[in-house]
């Protein structure tokens, strides 16, 4: 059962453009929504994260946008550069419980 | 500070055989986990440890055991090797249930 739906699977996007990416989640008990990104051959690693009591996050050009009705929530990549072309996860996390992590979307920004 | 390293970084088995994923932590974090990556499925959590002394089933413990060694050490066992078993191993850690750091992971091939 997939708790987190994430689309698209992939996004190729211009440099300088906008890359958004969508999920939605079931569980109404999430309380942590945390985004990871990860290069080929890598780890994930933290990108930016948001709690459900704010609508919107921004850290340099990573937004999350948090739509707590229709439990959907976007990373939104702006001025996207040649450098950010990686594996994007979504996740969502209750207390005390795991996190549940997105499908992945592999990201591609050309030059 | 190496943060999370998994050894080793790649593998090779026939189905049958047993292995043992080897992973650490030197940021003194209390909980530890073990994920598979398989394409279109994001990361599946197989055990975790949320604290030295003790283990819980995932969502696809099946095939698996874990150890606990130690706070910084948690291994993982695959002890009859089968072909579905084929993925990218994912060891991570946090000191709470939210920022996860991952390691570099580890490539199985079960033939």
């Known amino acids: 059962q997939q708790q987190v739906k994430q689309s698209p699977q992939s996004l190729i996007v211009q440099k300088g453009g906008i890359s958004i990416i969508n999920c939605a989640y079931e569980?109404?008990?999430?309380?942590?929504f945390p985004w990871y990104q990860q290069f080929p051959g890598k780890g994930p690693a933290l990108l930016i994260a948001?709690?459900?009591?704010?609508s919107e996050k921004k850290e340099g050009r990573f937004t999350i946008s948090f739509n707590k009705s229709a439990k959907q929530f976007s990373l939104h990549i702006m001025d996207s550069q040649p450098g950010d072309s990686a594996t994007y996860f979504c996740a969502a996390l209750t207390e005390g419980r795991q996190l549940t992590f997105g499908s992945g979307t592999q990201l591609t920004v050309l030059p | 500070n190496a943060g999370v390293t998994q050894t080793p970084k790649f593998q090779v088995l026939k189905t049958g055989q047993s292995m043992t994923l080897q992973c650490a932590q030197d940021?003194?974090?209390?909980?530890m986990y073990w994920y598979r990556q398989d394409p279109g499925m994001g990361l599946r959590l197989i055990y975790y440890?949320?604290?030295?002394?003790?283990?819980d089933k995932g969502e696809v413990p099946n095939g698996y055991n874990v150890s606990r060694l130690n706070k910084r050490e948690f291994s993982l066992r695959l002890e009859s090797a089968a072909p579905s078993q084929t993925s990218v191993y994912f060891c991570a850690s946090s000191e709470a249930l939210r920022t996860q750091y991952f390691g570099p992971g580890t490539r199985l091939l079960v033939l």
């Open positions: 948001i709690r459900p009591d704010v």
């Open positions: 569980n109404t008990a999430f309380d942590y």
């Open positions: 440890s949320a604290s030295e002394g003790t283990t």
């Open positions: 940021m003194n974090h209390n909980s």
